[in-house]
């Protein structure tokens, strides 16, 4: 009884340990400015504009805009970044600063772009 115990804690603590590391690699493969609303300006409107980038992890891409207007940092494409996922916002790290963005899709990264399968072992 004591060991069936001794193994539940140890399995728990391990599940939890691996939840708390969920961290990613990825790399940010593109930026675009999007438009993402209109503001007033007494008689006239004009519109907003927002960057967007597509961050690709293995066989996903996140499109991601920043959440805030006062964040406005245009990040470096090509750069490798370690990223968290939660609920509708990824935080990720490029060249050691921290960002948080909203995702706003995802997708499968096209046939095209993804790494080429390994052949298979004889």
Do not use: W
Request: aromatic share 6%; net charge positive; hydrophobic share 40%.
């Amino acid at each position: 009884m004591k060991c069936a115990s001794l193994i539940l804690v140890f399995f728990l603590f391990g599940i939890i340990a691996t939840a708390k590391d969920n961290t990613m690699q990825g790399t940010i493969v593109s930026e675009n400015s999007v438009s993402c609303g209109a503001q007033a300006q007494g008689k006239k409107t004009s519109e907003l504009m927002c960057q967007e980038y597509v961050i690709r992890t293995g066989a996903t891409e996140y499109h991601v805009r920043q959440e805030k207007e006062a964040h406005k940092a245009l990040l470096p494409v090509n750069a490798p970044v370690e990223l968290t996922l939660k609920k509708d916002k990824m935080k990720f790290k490029v060249n050691g600063k921290e960002y948080e963005m909203l995702i706003v899709s995802e997708s499968a990264v096209p046939a095209s772009s993804a790494a080429p399968a390994e052949a298979p072992k004889p």
